[in-house]
């Protein structure tokens, strides 16, 4: 999210979460404007999210002050001792993992003590999602007591094949791309029937 209007319109259907990356090469960067004003009249059951890339750490503790978002979600190479530093500051932690066939889920547990969710999201050349799904049956391989979130080419019509029940630590799903135009501006229609969808299961 990453205009104004837009996230108001959005904030009033009342999602649990909403994104906010600090990511200059990502074409939904909140930009160097961006003000916390942007998120004053956001319900307050709404958690925000700024999201980072191999972002110095002492500038994510600032921008999480700044804004006083409720998670920070690291979508780069960073390291246990870095969100241990962030958990030490008394901010959660959201540490994505690029998922491909070849992803061993026993490289998360290194983690586990020091994130509060694990986000798993397709594997791609560049940082950034993909609007693909990576092979959900792997999921099936994790075995640890951290929940996760879903992303990867998440939409109202492939929510339908995911098999809830053998996944216990599932406890949130990405979506993005599959919900925005050209643009990067989300379609507030698509948004409620997703939404809409999800809460009648």
């Not at 925000?48 to 002050?65: L, P, S, T, W, Y």
Request: overall charge neutral.
């Amino acid at each position: 999210m990453k205009f104004p209007k837009n996230i108001l319109e959005v904030g009033a259907l009342q999602p649990d979460y909403m994104g906010f990356i600090f990511y200059p090469k990502s074409k939904r960067f909140v930009g160097e404007d961006f003000s916390p004003k942007s998120l004053k009249k956001l319900p307050e059951s709404i958690k925000k999210v700024g999201v980072f890339v191999n972002e110095d750490v002492n500038r994510i503790i600032a921008i999480q002050k700044q804004f006083s978002f409720d998670f920070v979600q690291l979508h780069g190479n960073e390291s246990v001792a870095e969100c241990e530093i962030l958990k030490k500051n008394t901010i959660s932690v959201i540490k994505v993992f690029s998922v491909d066939t070849y992803f061993n889920f026993n490289e998360v547990m290194a983690y586990e003590k020091v994130c509060d969710y694990f986000l798993f999201d397709t594997k791609t050349p560049k940082y950034g999602g993909s609007g693909q799904p990576f092979d959900w049956d792997l999921l099936e391989n994790y075995t640890l007591s951290k929940p996760f979130i879903l992303s990867g080419g998440l939409s109202i019509d492939t929510i339908g094949k995911l098999k809830f029940n053998m996944y216990p630590m599932l406890v949130g799903l990405d979506f993005n791309s599959r919900l925005e135009d050209s643009n990067t501006k989300k379609i507030t229609e698509e948004v409620s029937k997703l939404i809409n969808k999800i809460r009648q299961q």
